[in-house]
T-cell receptor
Framework: NAGVTQTPKFRILKIGQSMTLQCTQDMNHNYMYWYRQDPGMGLKLIYY???????DKGEVPNGYNVSRSTTEDFPLRLELAAPSQTSVYFC???????????FGQGTRLTVV | AQTVTQSQPEMSVQEAETVTLSCTYDTSESDYYLFWYKQPPSRQMILVIRQEAYKQQNATENRFSVNFQKAAKSFSLKISDSQLGDAAMYFC?????????????WGLGTSLAVNP
């Protein structure tokens, strides 16, 4: 059972470059989330989705975009990378039955 | 707005002893869940325990248990017989449901050290 798969695990970007963080889950969860975790801090919600075709902004959406064309996939796009986006990014999916969230292993992104 | 507060940035415990991590929250919801997640150095977020607010009985998962005080909006995590592998960041979280607006609200975490 794969759960939530997030790629890549590490990435270094130059300022102004773009990239997509991939996230896929095989639990048929409707709810999916993208978080960032800065050093010594908790999780901050970037974007979330309550189902295919539906996305909404979280606390810190600026500089990011998402799409949800299928139930399984929820990619996060960074268009013009900035040093402030250096962080660890987590994708999660959530069961509507019991609200338990399952996380990917995280992506450590450094923008230089 | 709903908030989750963890007032202990760092805690330490001797191996085999018991430690309690505190969490308070503020919600206007009548039915909700509360969670404790563990984040070891591997940075994987792992669900430790879940409490359903409408249940008066405190949740228990092996060495982990909660002290849920609904009126006081308190949700503390007790770790018994602490093991070296329990060393991690612990986060308290609560989902917020408001129509189609659904997200987890997270505390800032408590760093737990386990001393041999």
């Amino acid at each position: 059972n794969a759960g939530v798969t997030q790629t890549p695990k590490f990435r270094i970007l130059k300022i102004g470059q773009s990239m997509t963080l991939q996230c896929t889950q095989d639990m048929n969860h409707n709810y999916m989330y993208w978080y960032r975790q800065d050093p010594g801090m908790g999780l901050k919600l970037i974007y979330y989705s309550v189902g295919a075709g539906i996305t909404d902004k979280g606390e810190v959406p600026n500089g990011y975009n998402v799409s949800r064309s299928t139930t399984e996939d929820f990619p996060l796009r960074l268009e013009l990378a900035a040093p402030s986006q250096t962080s660890v990014y987590f994708c999660a999916s959530e069961s509507t039955k019991d609200s338990k969230a399952f996380f990917g292993q995280g992506t450590r992104l450094t923008v230089v | 707005a709903q908030t989750v507060t963890q007032s202990q940035p760092e805690m330490s415990v001797q191996e085999a002893e018991t430690v309690t991590l505190s969490c308070t929250y503020d919600t206007s919801e009548s039915d909700y869940y509360l969670f404790w997640y563990k984040q070891p150095p591997s940075r994987q977020m792992i669900l430790v325990i879940r409490q359903e607010a409408y249940k008066q009985q405190n949740a228990t998962e092996n060495r982990f248990s909660v002290n849920f005080q609904k009126a006081a909006k308190s949700f503390s995590l007790k770790i018994s017989d602490s093991q070296l592998g329990d060393a991690a960041m612990y986060f308290c979280a609560s989902p917020l449901n408001a129509g189609n607006n659904r997200k987890l609200i997270w505390g800032l975490g408590t760093s737990l050290a386990v001393n041999p």
